[in-house]
Every structure is written in structure tokens, then in C-alpha cells.
């Protein structure tokens, strides 16, 4: 790194960036203003009609004939009020914190808001904080958590010239690092610009009452002169009279009853809803899931409990007995730095006296799909994948796959631990298989049973090993458990070409969740999506209707449209 790195910029090299826009200040706002909202719902053929109607009748002085315009108007503040609501949770969607960051400037070291960065300011950065902006990692190395993103719990290395993503946070070590994007190229704020769109209403019932004003509208003025004229002219009524029984008639030509009636049915389904701990956000939903013919699924907390639990430990080896594996496992947890909800679910099952001091420790990582630790007077032991560590196969881990488990080898070395270039080592020794299971959902079967029953197509879209994923579904009673796909190993236009026909992807990345879901919708089906996390909010922004638990993540609550109070999935059949 030269010295200039170091040294960070300049405050005239800041002003100059300054001046050209590069700082790190965006708002991502939605697309829809509130003034667009109110001509959207005020401003309609239908509800001009019966103003002009309802002029007419305050013109004469017919006052108790001008009930009718209640009718009106509560059903546009009922539409505006609704849209409003929606518009103000995507508006509060936010995927950054506002934490000082320090910045080096001018080789000094100063705390500033992350607005305030520009392009080319050098960031330190430390286990725990989140990363404010894009940055490149010039000096150190850390672990990323980057689960908020990509639904993936497990870390990241991250090393010199790596990109560091906005929105993630660092789990273990320290990195200085040069910011690469500002504001809106950010990767976090592309996140939440594509998140921050006002779905319009989906009601066909209100479309429907669109059409039927647009094509009364062609008729009902010549025909309301008519009407007007015969009374006045023909019958020779007065003014008062021939306007009043005129508008009558034309009255009865435009459905106000219907449009109250849904008004009303609407706010009924809401409120018995939320008697049921469901928590409706937006009243249209309820009509748009009647009409649902395609479910899209997260398997982790939906299908699955989401709750890891160690089912068993199987010993590789006669040298350590049941007791030192134990005391090994403890040992590592102990020290682990580790919050994925594997790592949590093994410290929960190994709880105790730390047998074994730690010298060292490496984090579990998603790339390597293992972590170590130096343990001292024993050596270094790993943890993670038996194909990652193991050179051949064990036949114990393939059926424990089989059976829908995560699976973990524990193993011992003797060589030492290099954090910079890790790799597997020549003399490593399997001593234990510990199988990890996320129990099925009670009920999870009945619940698609009933779906299915409703002739609605169900999908599983996961960030999870396929073949883990299929047999999970498997227990769950899915039909199409064989069909499954590896989504991180084809092309978008694979992807598009495999989505009606293929019922369970595996290793989907948040953009991919979004194309299935817009696939599926230019197929011709009317789609919902159930989900929990950050990485999942794409796909439930873009489908027709999104359910969320209420033990995920605050910003997909913030944006769906039906919120599970109870955080489960059997209560979709009561909605």
C-alpha cells in the first residue's frame, strides 16, 4: 500500500469530490408521492360522475337527496388512507444505521456520519460495526456477515482487494479499506431502491368498477339531458323535481352499492384476520389472495421451525472416546466467535468446563465451508463440511444429507494455523460426524395439503443446499420434493427457461428470488411469497401478495402485506 493510502485524502481532494457529487448521501424514496396517490383516488371517471350528479342536486337545494356522495367519498379516503399507509412503511424501509464511521483524512483519524463519506476516503473498520459504503480492503483481513444481503448466515473472508458490500457487517478482525462506491451505486442502496417501489392496488373488483364507469360514462350525459329535458319539457315538472328524479335514475346506473359493499367486506376480512393474529397491511391483499394460484415458500421458519438442534454426534475414531469429543466440541464453541444458527445450536448441545485454552481461532466461512481453532496441548481442529475437509466420502454424512440434516465433521491436525492462507491440511483426522436437523413445522403438512387441495402451485425458494431442501420437503409431505435445482450454478436465462417447471430451488441469491417470482407473474399466475429475511425482500415486493412472520427481519414487516403475528405458517389456510 503507498503512502498516500495511508494518508487518506486530503481536505482538498474531499471539497473536489464534494463538488462533483461523489459522497456517500442517498435517499432512496419511493416512486409514488402523496399527490399522485389522491388524484389516483380522487380524480376517476366514476367519482366524477356522481359529483357532477351531486352538484346538479346541490344547484336545486335537494340537500336529503345528496346522501349518496357520503358513499363516494368514504370509499376514496378508504383508497387513499390504504395507499398512503403502504407508502409510508416502503418509506421507512432503511438497510443502513447511522453509526460514525472512522475515516482517515489527511493521516489523521476523525469520526464522521456515513453521509458525510466521499469516493477514495480510507475507512477503518472492526468486528461489529457494518459497513457504510462499498469499500476495497487495502490492508488487514476479516469475517463478513453478509446474511442481511444474501440470506447466506454463514461469513465471508474478506482479504486484501476484496470488495466489501454496504449493509454487511464485520463478525471478526479489522480492515482499513477504500471506499469504491458512493450513494445510489451502493450495493445496499440498489437493495432498497428496487425494495422502495408503491405496488398500485391489485383489485380486480376495482378495475372491474373502472370499466363499468368508463362505459357508463359514454352514455349516462346525452342521457341524463334527455331525461332532464322530458321532465321539464314533457312533463312539465319543476326544476327541482325534474333534476331530482332525473338523478335518481342516473344513480342507479352507477354501482355505488359495490363499491361499499367491497369497501365494507374488506374491512370486515381485516379486522376477523387480525382476530386470528394476522396482521393485514394493506386491505386489498385479502381480495388478491383469494385469487392465488401460486405460492412461493422460504423452507427455513416456514417449512422448518428455523431452530437448529444437534440430533446427533457419530465418532470417526477409536483414539478419542465420547468424553473428549465432547470436551473438544465444548472447547471450540466456547471460544467460537461463531453466530450463524448452526454455531448456536452446537453451543446450546456442548455447554461446560472449557477443557482446552485457545491460541488461535479462524471463523467458519462460507467459501471454505470450514472454521479452525489452535486449541493448546491438543492442536488445531476444524470444523465444517465432510467434502470440504475429508478426502474421501463418508458414507454416514450422504445419508444423513438424505435425511434432510446439515452435516459437520469434526477434525484434528497437527499442523499450525495460518489465518492468511488457510487450507486444508495433509495430516488431518476425522474424530466425529455431528448431524444437525431444523425440525419440520407441525402441521406443515396439512397446511400444503390444504394449498394444494386450492389447487394453488407451491415453490420453495431457499438459500440452502438443494439436495438438504428436497428431502426436508420430502418429510413435509411436498409432492414435487425430486424436483429441485442448484440455482448458483446456472445463467438468469436457465433460471427463466426452469422456473414454472421446477418446484424447489436451492442457493438462490436475492435477485434470483425476484426473477422466479416475475417469471411465474408474466406466466399468468397470480403469486404470494412467504419470507423472513433482508435477502427475501425483492422477491416479496414483486409478488402479487407477500406474507411475512413476525419474528423475521424489521424491514421485510415494514413492506409486506400480511404480517403472521404468530410467526406460522399454518395460519395461511385461515386467511
Known sequence: MDKNKIMGLTQREVKERQAQGLVNDFTASASTSTWQIIKRNVFTLFNALNFVIALALAFVQAWSNLVFFAVICFN??????????????????????????????????????????????????????????????????????????????????????????????????AVLAQVHHVGAENYAAKLMLEAKTVKPINSRIMKSLDKLAGFTGKIIIPFGLALLLEALMLKGLPLKSSVVNSSTALLGMLPKGIALLTITSLLTAVIKLGLKKVLVQEMYSVETLARVDMLCLDKTGT??????????????????????????????????????????????????????????????????????MELEDLGTVFLGAPEMLLDNEVPEAREALERGSRVLV?????????????????DIQALALLEILDPIREGAAETLDYLRSQEVGLKIISGDNPVTVSSIAQKAGFADYHSYVDCSKITDEELIAMAEETAIFGRVSPHQKKLIIQTLKKAGHTTAMTGDGVNDILALREADCSIVMAEGDPATRQIANLVLLNSDFNDVPEI
Open 76 to 173: 376514496a379516503f378508504s383508497g387513499i388512507v390504504t395507499e398512503l399507509r403502504a407508502k409510508h412503511m416502503v418509506d421507512k424501509l432503511n438497510l443502513m444505521t447511522k453509526e460514525k464511521v472512522k475515516t482517515i483524512r489527511d493521516g489523521q483519524e476523525v469520526a464522521l456520519d456515513p453521509e458525510e463519506l466521499v469516493l477514495g476516503d480510507v475507512i477503518r473498520l472492526s468486528a461489529g460495526e457494518q459497513i457504510p459504503s462499498d469499500a476495497l480492503v487495502l490492508e488487514g483481513f476479516a469475517e463478513v456477515n453478509e446474511a442481511m444481503l444474501t440470506g447466506e448466515s454463514d461469513l465471508v473472508q474478506k482479504e486484501v482487494d476484496v470488495l466489501l458490500l454496504s449493509g454487511s457487517f464485520l463478525a471478526s478482525g
Open 410 to 426: 469434526l477434525a484434528l491436525s497437527q499442523e499450525k494455523l495460518d489465518h492468511h492462507k488457510p487450507q486444508k491440511p495433509s
Open 303 to 372: 417449512i422448518t421451525q428455523g431452530k437448529m438442534q444437534v440430533e446427533a454426534v457419530l465418532p470417526l475414531t477409536e483414539t478419542y472416546d465420547d468424553e473428549a469429543i465432547t470436551n473438544i466440541l465444548t472447547s471450540y464453541i466456547a471460544h467460537s466467535e461463531d453466530k450463524n444458527p448452526t454455531a448456536q445450536a452446537i453451543r446450546q448441545r456442548f455447554q461446560g468446563q472449557v477443557s482446552y485454552p485457545m491460541l488461535s481461532n479462524l471463523p467458519f466461512s462460507s467459501d471454505r465451508k470450514w472454521g479452525a
